[in-house]
Structure formats: structure tokens, C-alpha cells
């Protein structure tokens, strides 16, 4: 019986901690966290706990220490409960972004002589066939006529947000503002590219590089003034990468973004509350009012990786930028993306892109998405010359309407309802600099961005291999959709379980019909975590009306051991309304929370404070309160270690009854 005895205590022991060492594994502490919140009369920012501070450039965003522990967020949110009304609370982490370059990494001088009749009597044009493409005409930017209308960029300021640049390159060193630059991952204004970083100083020179000089090439806005803010040297925190995207806000007007997370097929990572609050301000406050212009690369993961799982690319303030190649093929380094606006020209493995290189040097060995962002930020910058009072919205909208399509009758190709082309690997399509300079001339501004979410949808569907896709359906009445002029984005926050998360494909498919693949397989990622609120993002229905029936369909068809459940999700539809209609909405909450709102949990309170605006939604907290216990994993681990304990009693009594 001893041996029954020590067993069966061993046994008590195992099934009373459990619990709490599962509940011990998803309580993470940290020592510091960053929210947003509004102090309470009698506030301290001195406690003997912790410690806080004002986080600029945000009026109600605040920096906490904790001074003898770290502890949870569920820990300091009690802490902070008697000082502040808490909006949002997040711990304090490193993001691990990374450039996006793509194979092309060794410096490359030319040894071809120059062409002679060229446009330019730079050294490296003849090899800068994306400006001006005699073997393939028509496969350019088509920015030849823009040039000859005596438009080069001038008056117009790009943040190169990069691993930093050699600001002496006698090919640009004339355009550098050191004023607007930064070095966030060493604190220091020198943003000299060191040990070898060489990614930010090609970017620099694929937008500025001066004309005529017999220097390297030509950039596409030659008289665009530039800086540099230096990110991508070390690892660095969220609230850095928010002042970084916030810097000099006033004075520059575009930020290229050639990085993101990992593109290793199995990364599903984004900003954080204070990132996407900075975003928000950009757009609002950016330029004097007219919204500061983000461009992000789509990724360099290949069909085994998808952009919609960089949240960089797949948020609403943003524009993300794919790359086609020489023959106008979709490169084999391409993420399906259906978040992504447009492409443009990059490498591939015949032609890659010429522009400047550290050390004073030139290389025709640029590429990847990284090479796609900086040439349409220099055809913004020519866009921006001729029409400064754009705003970032005219910008996107006059992205998609000046898109070209190219090669539709590819199966990646699809036209919605509205007319319009899109593919998840091209977006609407590749830029044409002629056409958008000359189209934003006479261009009428459209009207504010206003987010339209939907209560959330709990369902019950089980994802097994052969059972096809199974849908969750959403109808929308006309009056949920009042409000909205015209449909732009559409996002999906979505919480699933899978034994296998790259396993699982998701499409959203429009009351018109318009099918959207949201996710693709992928199969690096083994992950069991599944997706808890993540945001999905498709442009597909851009003009579509909105009105009808949506369904969110998910199927797994390729890996035949896993399955999947979803548990929930929440569809936002973006699009243009009136400043009446704005106004409205801000009587009751402030513009830069609505924004929000989306990208956070609605509670039942915000449906009821805004119907009729949003369909009221019944009992969502009782939904939620009956959903929570299947979205946690340590409750099925308790289950498996309950049954482990019987197994092991059945048998440690038949060897007692044997041995009897």
C-alpha cells in the first residue's frame, strides 16, 4: 500500500498546482509598461510601487516602472485603478523587425561604359531599366515625361526609416537634411550606417541620387530632400519605433518603411497599442494636418509566407507595396498579400535594381519588396511636387485609381464589383508616375476615413481535414452601413484554435461575390497558438457596397492530422463619409479612439452608446464570459493531466490487487 499511498499524494500535489502553474505560465510579468488614460483628481505620478511619466508626444500616454517587482498587467491595471482611468495597457517589449532585402548583398561596381544618347550621363542609367526600359517598353514607372515637365521631386521631404545611411555619398549628400534625422537605436543624431549596414544607403539613392554628376545612377525625385532615422541597427521597443514613425512629423512628408517582422513563414507579429496609436497620429497631425504618408514593403517570405501577418502592411494607415520584376512577373520572393495597394518594379534573378552603395559606391544588386517601397516614395515625392495639398487619404485613393493593371488574364486576377482589378500578388495594380502626377493635378479630395465595426460573431465551427471550407455568415442591413460614401478596406480581428495554425485558409467573400483569400497556408508555421484578435486585412471590395451578406470562410486542405476551430470574429468595413457624418460620431468619442476601436474588442457599452450607428448587439458579455473557457489552453491541459491521474490509479491498483 505504500507504494498506493505516495502515489496518490504525488497525484493530490500534481492535480492542486496545476492550475496555478498553467495560470503562473500565462501570467507574464514585466517591469515596465506603457497606457493610455486620463488621471484621476489627486493623481501622483510617485508611488512607492512605481513610478510614472508623461510618454511625448501624447497628451494622455504615460511610461510606468515598477520599482521593487515586475509584475503582470492584471497586477499593475489594480495598481494604477485608483490614479488613472486606464484605456489601454501594454508591457514594454522588443520588436525584432528586420530589413527587407532579398539575396543582393554584395557591392558591385560598373565596368559597362555609359550610354551613349542617354537621358542622363550618369554612370549607372543604362542599368536603371525601371526608369526608362528600352528592351521591354512600357515595363517602366513611365517617369521620362514627368522629368521632362521640369518635375524632379522639389519641395518634397522623405524619412528614409532604415539600418541608417552614409550621409557623405557624394551621389546625395546634397540632399541630406540632418535637422530631420535620428539614430533611435543608439540615441545620438550621427546616423552614419556602421559595421557594414548598407540596406538604408542603396534606399536613400533610389530616390535621390542627383542627375548628371557621373555618379551611380539617377533617383526617381533627384531635387527631394531626404533624412534618415536609424531603427534597424539592434533590436529595439515599441514606444522607439513610435517616436521614430512621429519624428519631425511636421516637416517630413513621407516615411519609407523597407521592414518589417520576419519573414520566415511562421511570424505572426505587428504593432503595438502605442505603435498603432502613433500611426494615427501621423495620419492626423502629420504635415500640418494633411496626414503623414507610411509605406511598408509586403514582405520578402515567397508563397510560403503571407502579409497579412505582418501588421505593419495590414493596418488601414498604412500602404503596402509588393514588387513585380522586368517581364512584369510576380518575383519568386512575393508574398500573396491582400492587403497590399499596388507594386512596382524590382529585382528578380536576370535584373535587379542600380542605386548607391556605402563606401561612395554604386551596386546593380539592389532588390526585393525593400526596392519596390523607395521608388514609389519618390513617385510620391513627384505627385506631392506638383499637388503639396494632398492629404495621405488623397494619396491612397489616387494610388488605387491610378493603378494599371497588367496581364489580368492570370488566375490571380479578379475584377470586382465595382470594376475594379485586384490580385492579392499586384493589389490594383503597378504605378504609372505620368499618370498619377498628371491625374493628381485636377485631383477633389476625398472625404475622412470612418470605421464602421460590426458586433462580434461567435460560432462554433470545427475545421477538419476533407471538409471543404466552412463558412460564418454576417448580414448587414443598409442602415449598419449608413454613413459610408464609398467602401475602401475591410479588416477581420479573428480568434481561432488549431492544432497546426499554417494548416488553416481563411477568405472573406462580399455580398457582391468577391472572394478574398485573407490567409493561405503556410507551412513552416507548426504553431498551436492559433490567433487571439488578430487583424486580417483585404482591399479587395474597394467600392463595393457594403450592404448584404458576408461570410468568413476557413478550410484546412492540405494537412489531413489537424484541425482547427474558430471562435470568434469581428469585421470592420472602412470607407470615405462627409465631415457631417464625422462630426457625429466625435461628438460622443474623440477621432483618434474611433480609429482605435477597431484593432481593440468593442464592449457592449460602445454598441449601446453608439446604436442606432452600429447594430446593437444582446448579451455580448454573457457570449463572451461562455466563449473565454475554450480559448484557454491550460484548461485542456488540466483536463489531459486529470485523465493522466485516473489512468495512472487504475493502474497502480491492479498491481495492488495483483501482488495481493
Known amino acids: ?104 548583398a554584395t557591392e558591385d561596381e560598373p565596368t559597362t561604359p555609359r550610354e551613349t544618347g542617354s537621358f542622363f550621363s550618369d554612370l549607372m542609367y543604362p542599368f536603371q531599366w525601371y526608369l526608362n526600359n528600352r528592351e521591354n517598353p512600357g515595363n517602366d514607372i513611365n517617369v521620362i515625361p514627368v522629368w521632362k515637365a521640369g518635375n524632379y521631386g522639389k519641395g518634397v521631404h522623405v524619412c528614409i526609416v532604415d539600418d541608417g545611411i552614409q550621409t557623405s555619398h557624394p551621389d546625395f549628400s546634397d540632399n541630406i537634411v540632418p535637422s530631420l534625422s535620428y539614430d533611435f537605436n543608439n540615441s545620438e543624431t550621427n546616423i552614419t550606417a556602421k559595421n557594414g549596414l548598407r540596406h538604408g544607403t542603396r534606399c536613400t539613392g533610389q530616390i535621390v541620387s542627383n542627375r548628371n554628376n557621373d555618379i551611380c ?30 519624428f519631425k512629423k511636421e516637416k517630413i512628408n513621407i516615411y519609407s518603411c523597407s521592414w518589417g517582422p520576419l519573414d520566415d513563414g511562421r511570424t505572426v507579429e505587428g504593432p503595438g497599442k502605442v505603435v498603432l496609436r502613433a500611426f494615427i497620429e501621423g495620419v492626423l497631425r502629420g504635415r500640418g494636418g494633411l496626414g503623414s504618408i507610411y509605406l511598408f514593403a509586403t514582405g520578402n517570405g515567397a508563397r510560403q509566407d503571407n502579409c497579412n501577418f505582418d501588421g505593419y502592411v495590414n493596418t488601414v494607415f498604412t500602404i503596402g507595396i509588393g514588387a513585380i520584376d ?156 449608413d454613413g459610408i460614401v464609398a467602401l475602401e478596406s475591410v479588416t477581420v480581428a479573428i480568434t481561432l484554435e488549431s492544432t497546426r495554425r499554417g494548416a488553416l485558409e481563411i477568405s472573406l467573400v462580399s455580398p457582391a461575390g468577391t472572394v478574398s483569400r485573407l490567409a493561405g497556408s503556410r507551412e513552416r ?76 474588442p468593442p464592449s457592449q457599452t460602445y454598441f449601446d452608446e453608439f446604436s442606432p450607428y452600429y447594430h446593437k448587439t444582446e448579451n455580448i458579455k454573457a457570449q463572451e464570459q461562455k466563449e473565454a473557457p475554450k480559448q484557454k489552453p491550460q484548461l485542456k491541459t488540466f483536463a489531459a493531466l486529470l485523465l493522466f491521474i485516473a489512468a495512472l490509479f487504475c493502474f497502480i491498483l491492479f498491481l495492488e490487487k495483483k501482488n495481493l
Open 217 to 246: 545612377g539617377v533617383g526617381v525625385a533627384p531635387e527631394a530632400t531626404v533624412s534618415g532615422i536609424q531603427i534597424l541597427s539592434k533590436d529595439i521597443s515599441e514606444p522607439d519605433i513610435a517616436r521614430a514613425i512621429l
Open 326 to 481: 522586368a517581364e512584369n512577373e510576380i518575383p519568386v520572393y512575393s508574398e500573396e498579400c491582400a492587403a497590399q495597394l499596388a507594386v512596382t518594379y524590382s529585382s528578380n534573378e536576370k535584373k535587379a535594381i542600380a542605386t548607391t552603395d556605402i563606401n561612395g559606391g554604386c551596386t546593380k544588386k539592389h532588390g526585393g519588396t525593400s526596392a519596390a517601397v523607395p521608388i514609389v516614395a519618390g513617385i510620391y515625392a513627384l505627385v506631392l511636387s506638383a499637388r503639396p495639398d494632398l492629404t495621405w487619404r488623397d494619396i491612397a485613393a489616387l494610388t488605387v485609381h491610378c493603378a494599371v493593371p497588367f496581364d489580368t488574364s492570370r488566375t490571380h486576377w479578379q475584377k470586382n464589383s465595382a470594376g475594379k482589378w485586384f490580385s492579392n500578388f499586384a493589389g490594383f495594380g503597378k504605378f504609372d508616375a505620368e499618370l498619377m502626377v498628371e491625374t493628381a493635378k485636377t485631383w477633389e479630395a476625398v472625404g475622412p476615413l470612418l470605421p464602421k465595426p460590426q458586433p462580434t460573431q461567435y460560432t462554433s465551427l470545427e475545421m477538419q481535414y476533407g471538409d471543404g471550407e466552412l463558412c460564418a455568415a454576417m448580414h448587414l442591413e443598409e442602415w449598419q452601413t
Open 525 to 600: 508555421d507548426t504553431s498551436t497558438a492559433g490567433l487571439v484578435d488578430w487583424s486580417l486585412a483585404s482591399q479587395a471590395f474597394w467600392g463595393e457596397r457594403p450592404a448584404g451578406k458576408w461570410m468568413l470562410c476557413v478550410g484546412n486542405k492540405t494537412y489531413q492530422e489537424h484541425s482547427g476551430r474558430l471562435v470568434s470574429w469581428r469585421m470592420t468595413l472602412w470607407g470615405e463619409t462627409t465631415k457631417e457624418t464625422l462630426d457625429e460620431y466625435t461628438e460622443k468619442m474623440d477621432y483618434e479612439t474611433l480609429l482605435l476601436l477597431p484593432y481593440f
Open 1 to 104: 500500500m505504500k507504494i498506493f499511498q505516495k502515489t496518490a499524494i504525488f497525484a493530490l500535489v500534481l492535480l492542486v498546482s496545476a492550475p496555478l502553474l498553467s495560470a503562473k505560465r500565462n501570467k507574464q510579468t514585466a517591469s515596465e509598461f506603457i497606457f493610455e488614460g486620463t488621471p484621476l483628481p489627486g493623481a501622483t505620478m510617485q508611488k512607492t510601487e512605481f513610478s510614472v511619466s508623461k510618454f511625448s508626444p501624447f497628451e494622455k500616454v504615460y511610461l510606468l516602472q515598477h520599482l521593487k517587482r515586475p509584475r503582470t498587467k492584471d497586477e499593475t491595471q489594480s495598481l494604477l485603478k485608483n490614479e488613472f482611468t486606464v484605456h489601454w495597457l501594454d508591457d514594454i517589449k522588443k520588436s525584432q523587425i528586420r530589413p527587407r532585402h532579398y539575396l543582393y
